[in-house]
C-alpha cells in the first residue's frame, strides 16, 4: 500500500514537473536568452575605413545571436582613454569586447582585473599572456608594400609609420625598413602620425626634403599624404600605402595612389565577433590567432571582382 | 527469463485495492490515450505547419518575383521611354540629349545610379547625373556595352558590378546592375548604332529582396543569373571569402519548381523561380530542420496541454474509483468485524444495486449462521445433559443388587429388625436417589443420602469400621449433583476398610471456605503413592471389587460438567496411612431457579463469574 502512495506520488510529482517545464518553456519562448552582448572599442569608430569591418561585425553578429555594441568614440589622444572606455564596457553590460588597441603596452589598455573574453583586432599587444586576436601578418604587409616600391624604381623614401605606440605598426615599419635596406634604397625620412601632423603645418619641410617615394603604413596616413600631393605642386610622390577609405580608393584610381595594401577588414570583424561569441559561449580560456588576409591593390586590379568584393563589401 | 516469470507470477500474486487497480487501470488507459492523441495532434501540426511553411516560402517567392520584375519591367520602361520619346526624336548633331535624360533621371533617380549615351565606338553621347567620364575609361571593354552590341534587339541585364564610368568627386562607388540596349542615332540626319546604359542602383534590388529575408528561423532567398553566378545572396560576402557555400550551381540546372535536396548534410526545401526576361532565378531555402525550430512552442503546447489531461484524468479516476469501491470497502470492514469474532455484526447494505444485494445476501448469510450456532449449542447442552443422566444411571443397578442380597441373607437369618432397618434406610435412600428426577439436590439430602448408603454397609460390614459425619449446618442449604459422595464412601469401604478388622474409620466432613463448599470422606485404609492417586482422577480406574462400580472418575467428570472446570474432585493419600478425597463445588444456595440452572446443563462458571463480579 505504501508502495502505491509513493509509486502514485512520484506519478503525479513527474506529471507537475512535466506542466512546470512546458509552461516554462512557453512563457520564455521567443526570449532571446541566448543572445550575448559584445562591445567593440576601435578608434574613431565613425570612420568610414570601418566600414567594412562594421559591415563583417554586422552579420557576425546576426550569425551568433550577439547583440553589438559598436562603441562610439572619437580620435584617441592617448591610450588611456581607451582604457577608460575598455574598462567601463568589461565592468558593464558587455558579456565580453573586442578592441583595437591604441597602445601595445598591455596594462595601458586591458584593465588586469576582468576575466570577460577580450579579443584583439588589428594590431597586437606585448604581453606574456595570449589573447585571440584577428589581424594581418604585419611584417608580411610591409615587406608587400616595400616589394611595391622597390619594383617602382624607388630611389630615396620617405615613410609615414603611423601611429608607432602600436606593435602592427612598429612590425610593419621594421619589416619595410629591411627590405628597402636590403635593397639598397634610402630611406629619407620616416614620420610618426604626431610628426606628421606637425610636419603638415611647415609646409616646406617635405619640399625640403623631397624623396620620389612615400610609403604610408596607416590609413590616415596615406589620406594625409594625399592631402600633401593635392595641396602642393612641388610635390610629386609616387604614394604606396595602406587603406581602404574610398577617397584613397578614389585616387587610387586617379593615379595618385600607386598602390594600396588592403587588409580584408570584413573578414576581420566576422571572423573577430565569431571569436569572441565562442569564447564567451563556452567559458574557454583557448586563444586562437586569425589572420586576415590583405590585397595589394594597383589600378590595373581595382574592378576586378574579387577586388570589389574586398573594397566594398557593403552596397551603396 | 526464470527471474522475470517469478517477477510476473509474484506480481500477479499480489493483491491490490479495488479503488487501486480501477485508478491504476483507468490511468493507463488514459495516459496512452492522451499520448495517442498529443502525438498525433503534434504531428498533424507538423505536417500542416510544413505545408504552411512550403506553401509560405512558395507565395513570398512569388511575392517577390512578382517585385523583383516589376522592378525590371520599370527599367526596362525607363530604358524605352529614354530610347523612344527621347533619343529616337533628337539629332545628336545639333540638339542635346541632357536635359531630357536629366529629367528621366530626377523621375526616376531613387532607383537609378545612372542613364547614359554612347557612340557604337564607345564616345560618350550624354550621360546624367554626371557627365565627366573618367579618364582612360575604355566602355567598349566592359560587358554591358559588349553584351548590347552583340545582340541588337534585346535588353541586356549584367550581373552586379561596381561603376566604372564616371568621375565622382564625391568618392562614392556604386554597386550597379547595368541594363544595355542597342539605340538608333541620328547625328547631322545620318542613322549610326549607339548604346543606351541604365546602370540600376544594386542596393534598390538588395532591399527589395532583404525584404523576403527577414525570418530568422533560417529560410532565405538568394538571386542568381542563368548560369548560377550570385547576383544576391543573404551572405555573400562569406561565400565569397569562402565562409559559407551555397549550392548555386546545381541550383542552376533546377526547373521552376520545389525541389529536395541534401547539401553538406543538410536537408532542405529549394523552390526555384525563373524571373521573366533576364532569365535570373530566385531561389527559396527553407532548411528542413526550421519545422522543427518552429514547432517547438507548439511541441510545449501539446505537451502541456496532454500533462494538464493527464492530471485530470488522474483526480478523476481517484474520484470515480473511491465512489465506486466505498460500498465494497464498507462491506469488506463488515465481513472484516465479522472474522474479528464479532458474531453479530453489522452488515453494510447499500451502494450500487449489486454491492447492496451482495450485502442483503451476507447478512441474511450471518443471521443463518448465527442460528446454526445456536442451534448446535443447544444440541451439545442436550448430549451434556443425556451424557450425566447415563452416568448416573450407572450406580443404581450394583447398590440395589448388593442390598438386597444383604437383606435376603438378614431375613433368612431371621435378623427382622436388621432387615427392616436396612429396607427403611434403602427406602429413603431411594427416595433421596429418585428425587423426582432432579439431579441437584440440597448438600442436606446428600448427607441423609450418605448416612442411609452408610447404615446400610455398616450392616452389611457388620460393623466393621466407625463412620462419623462432622457437617456445617451453614452449608446444607447448598446445592450439589446428587449422588457424589455415596461412590466416594463406597471407595472407601472396598479399597481402605476391607482389610481393617475393626479398626477401620471413616471420616466424613463439610465445610464452607470462601465461597466453595468442601465434602471431605477420609479413611485410615491402605493409602497409596500421591502420584497413584492422581492417575486416578485421569482416567486410570483400579479394578473394580465391589460397589456400583461408578468410580472416582464418574464423580470428578459429573461435578466438573455441572460446575465447570475449576471445580470437583481433589485426593490426597499416602501409603499405609490412608486416603483423603475431597469434593470441591461452589456454594450455592439451593433455590427452585438455581436448581432449575444447574439442571439445565448450563455452564455455571459463567454465572458464578458474573455472580462474583457483581458482588463485588
Known amino acids: 500500500m505504501k508502495k502505491n502512495r509513493i509509486s502514485g506520488l512520484l506519478f503525479l510529482l513527474v506529471i507537475l514537473a512535466v506542466i512546470g517545464y512546458s509552461a516554462h518553456e512557453m512563457v520564455n519562448q521567443g526570449k532571446d536568452e541566448d543572445y550575448i552582448s559584445v562591445s567593440v572599442v576601435v578608434n574613431d569608430s565613425s570612420n568610414v575605413r570601418w566600414d567594412a569591418f562594421r559591415s563583417g561585425l554586422e552579420q557576425g553578429a546576426e550569425d551568433n545571436h550577439v547583440h553589438l555594441n559598436l562603441v562610439s568614440t572619437g580620435t584617441f589622444q592617448n591610450a588611456q582613454e581607451e582604457h577608460t572606455i575598455v574598462k567601463r564596457e568589461l565592468d558593464g553590460e558587455a558579456d565580453g569586447v573586442i578592441v583595437e588597441p591604441y597602445s601595445s603596452e598591455a596594462d595601458v589598455i586591458l584593465p588586469t582585473e576582468s576575466a570577460k573574453p577580450v579579443v584583439l583586432v588589428g594590431t597586437g599587444i606585448e604581453t606574456d599572456r595570449l589573447f585571440t586576436s584577428v589581424m594581418t601578418d604585419h611584417g608580411k604587409l610591409g615587406k608587400s608594400l616595400a616589394d611595391a616600391v622597390i619594383q617602382g624604381k624607388a630611389v630615396k623614401v620617405g615613410i609615414l609609420s603611423g601611429n608607432q605606440s602600436q606593435l602592427g605598426m612598429r612590425q610593419r615599419l621594421k619589416s619595410v625598413k629591411d627590405k628597402l635596406e636590403e635593397a639598397g634604397i634610402e630611406i629619407s625620412w620616416i614620420l610618426s602620425e604626431k610628426e606628421l601632423d606637425k610636419k603638415m603645418r611647415n609646409v616646406e619641410y617635405f619640399a625640403e626634403h623631397p624623396v620620389d617615394t612615400v610609403i604610408s603604413l596607416d590609413n590616415d596616413d596615406t589620406e594625409k599624404a594625399v592631402d600633401i600631393i593635392l595641396n602642393d605642386d612641388r610635390i610629386s610622390w609616387k604614394l604606396y600605402g595602406e587603406g581602404r577609405s574610398e577617397k584613397l580608393i578614389y585616387y587610387l584610381d586617379k593615379g595618385t595612389i600607386q598602390e594600396l595594401a588592403v587588409p580584408n577588414e570584413y573578414y576581420m570583424g566576422y571572423q573577430s565577433i565569431v571569436l569572441a561569441a565562442q569564447n564567451i559561449r563556452y567559458y574557454t580560456d583557448k586563444t586562437e590567432q586569425a589572420e586576415v588576409e590583405f590585397y595589394m591593390v594597383s589600378k590595373d586590379n581595382l574592378y576586378d571582382e574579387e577586388t570589389n568584393r574586398i573594397l566594398f563589401p557593403a552596397v551603396r | ?616
Open chain 2, 1 to 616: 527469463m526464470e527471474k522475470i516469470r517469478e517477477l510476473l507470477t509474484h506480481k500477479n500474486k499480489k493483491t491490490r485495492s479495488m479503488q487501486m487497480t480501477i485508478s491504476i487501470s483507468f490511468t493507463i488507459l488514459s495516459v496512452c490515450c492522451m499520448c495517442l492523441l498529443g502525438v498525433m495532434l503534434y504531428q498533424q501540426f507538423t505536417r500542416k505547419a510544413e505545408n504552411l511553411t512550403v506553401e509560405n516560402s512558395r507565395q513570398l517567392l512569388n511575392q517577390t518575383t512578382i517585385n523583383l520584375e516589376d522592378y525590371l519591367r520599370n527599367m526596362r520602361r525607363i530604358s524605352d521611354a529614354m530610347y523612344y520619346t527621347v533619343i529616337k526624336n533628337t539629332d545628336i548633331g545639333s540638339e542635346s540629349l541632357e536635359d531630357s535624360m536629366n529629367l528621366l533621371y530626377e523621375a526616376n533617380k531613387d532607383k537609378l545610379v545612372s542613364v547614359a549615351c554612347y557612340t557604337n565606338d564607345g564616345k560618350l553621347t550624354e550621360a546624367s547625373p554626371i557627365a565627366t567620364e573618367k579618364p582612360g575609361v575604355d566602355v567598349k571593354s566592359q560587358k554591358w556595352f559588349q553584351d548590347a552590341a552583340g545582340e541588337l534587339e534585346n535588353f541586356h541585364f549584367s550581373t552586379p558590378h561596381v561603376q566604372n564610368l564616371f568621375d565622382d568627386p564625391s568618392y562614392r562607388y556604386y554597386w550597379v546592375v547595368s541594363l544595355s540596349r542597342t539605340v538608333e542615332l541620328t547625328r547631322n540626319g545620318n542613322t549610326m548604332l549607339g548604346v543606351l546604359l541604365v546602370d540600376m542602383n544594386y542596393s534598390s534590388i538588395e532591399q527589395l529582396l532583404e525584404k523576403a529575408n527577414t525570418d530568422t528561423s533560417g529560410e532565405y532567398v538568394y538571386l542568381m543569373a542563368p548560369d548560377g553566378e550570385i547576383i544576391y545572396h543573404p551572405k555573400q560576402n562569406l561565400i565569397h571569402m569562402g565562409l559559407y557555400e551555397e549550392n548555386n550551381t546545381e541550383a542552376a540546372g533546377y526547373e521552376d519548381t520545389t525541389v529536395k535536396e541534401n547539401f553538406h548534410g543538410e536537408k532542405r526545401l529549394v523552390t526555384v523561380k525563373t524571373i521573366s526576361y533576364t532569365g535570373w532565378k530566385l531561389i527559396s531555402v527553407v532548411p528542413m530542420k526550421s519545422f522543427s525550430m518552429g514547432m517547438t512552442g507548439m511541441r510545449n503546447l501539446v505537451v502541456l496541454l496532454v500533462a494538464l489531461t493527464v492530471l485530470a484524468a488522474v483526480m478523476l479516476n481517484q474520484m470515480v474509483s473511491a465512489r465506486i469501491s466505498k460500498p465494497l470497502r464498507r462491506l469488506n470492514d463488515s465481513v472484516k468485524e465479522w472474522e474479528a469474532g464479532n458474531m453479530n455484526p453489522d452488515i453494510y447494505i447499500g451502494g450500487s444495486m449489486e454491492v447492496e444485494h451482495l450485502g442483503k445476501t451476507l447478512r441474511s448469510t450471518v443471521a443463518q449462521i448465527r442460528q446454526l450456532m445456536d442451534d448446535i449449542v443447544v444440541e451439545q447442552e442436550e448430549k451434556r445433559k443425556s451424557e450425566l443422566d447415563a452416568l448416573q444411571s450407572q450406580i443404581n443397578p450394583h447398590f440395589l443388587y448388593n442390598t438386597l442380597d444383604s437383606i435376603v441373607w438378614m431375613i433368612t437369618g431371621e435378623r427382622y429388625d436388621d432387615a427392616v432397618f436396612m429396607i427403611t434406610q434403602l427406602a429413603s435412600l431411594f427416595r433421596i436417589s429418585l428425587s423426582k428426577g432432579k439431579t441437584v439436590i440440597k448438600i442436606e439430602d446428600e448427607v441423609k443420602h450418605a448416612r442411609n448408603y452408610m447404615n446400610i454397609q455398616k450392616i452389611r460390614y457388620k460393623n466393621s469400621f466407625e463412620v462419623d459425619f462432622q457437617i456445617e449446618e451453614d452449608i446444607l442449604d447448598g446445592c450439589i449433583v446428587k449422588l457424589v459422595l455415596q461412590p466416594l464412601l463406597e471407595n472407601a469401604i472396598y479399597y481402605g476398610m476391607e482389610f481393617m478388622d475393626g479398626e477401620g474409620e471413616i471420616h466424613v466432613r463439610g465445610y464452607r471456605k470462601d465461597k466453595d463448599v468442601y465434602l471431605e470422606v477420609e479413611d485410615n485404609g491402605l493409602g497409596m503413592p500421591e502420584e497413584e492417586a492422581a492417575e486416578l482422577l485421569n482416567g486410570k480406574e483400579r479394578p473394580h471389587k465391589h460397589g456400583s462400580g461408578v468410580g472416582l472418575v464418574n464423580v470428578h467428570s459429573r461435578l466438573k460438567l455441572r460446575f465447570g472446570e475449576a471445580y470437583g474432585l481433589v485426593i490426597h493419600s499416602c501409603p499405609d496411612e490412608g486416603m483423603m478425597v475431597q469434593i470441591h463445588i461452589p456454594y450455592i444456595p439451593y433455590t427452585v431457579e438455581t436448581q432449575k440452572f444447574l439442571e439445565s446443563g448450563k455452564d455455571y462458571s459463567s454465572v458464578s463469574a458474573s455472580g462474583k463480579e457483581g458482588s463485588e
